[in-house]
């Protein structure tokens, strides 16, 4: 059996996040995390550890730029991509405190949502993998053969 991609959908909207839920979880594909705002996002991100974050920008408490700025300093977060959802129809003009991986102009069909998703957690696994594959020169994969100790030295010196 694989294991289901976890979304976190962070947004203050009952309806978008119903129907957006249902979309997702359709077939089974997905299991959705809902959070109602950036302050609730952040800390269900730090528990539940999603595979991607869908973050709505306009929301009480915390919007999604307070989130960004929180969600950078999260060290154990930093390689989970970010689709920031906006209604906006120009650029928000705010830089966000990260990089986000797309911003998703609302109303977003299901179909093209289901697409953005899967390129996005497709890209994630890659670069997943490919950290995994990188040794670092200082050390030695697992299954490399312990190298011989070398002889014990003694303090005295000939005379």
């Known amino acids: 059996m694989e294991k289901k991609a976890k979304i976190l959908l ?11 839920r249902k979309v997702l979880e359709k077939g089974e594909s997905y299991q959705v995390v809902i959070a109602v705002n950036g302050k609730e996002g952040l800390e269900k991100a730090k528990k539940e550890k999603p595979d991607l974050i869908l973050l709505d920008i306009l ?13 950078s300093k999260e060290r154990s977060l930093r390689n989970i991509p970010v689709l920031a959802l906006t209604s906006f129809s120009t650029s928000l003009g705010e830089p966000f405190a990260f990089d986000v991986a797309e911003f998703i102009r609302k ?14 957690l497709k890209r994630a696994a890659e670069k997943a ?17 312990p190298r011989p100790k070398a002889p014990a030295r003694t ?3 000939p005379k």
């Open 129 to 145: 993998e490919t950290r995994a594959v990188k040794v670092s020169p200082k050390r030695r994969p697992a299954s490399a053969k």
């Open 59 to 71: 929301m009480p408490v915390t919007d999604g730029f307070g989130f960004a700025e929180q969600f």
């Open 10 to 20: 962070i947004d203050d909207d009952p309806d978008f996040v119903e129907v957006t």
């Open 107 to 120: 109303p977003v069909g299901p179909r093209d949502l289901i697409e953005r998703v899967e390129k996005h």
């Open 155 to 157: 303090s005295k010196r």
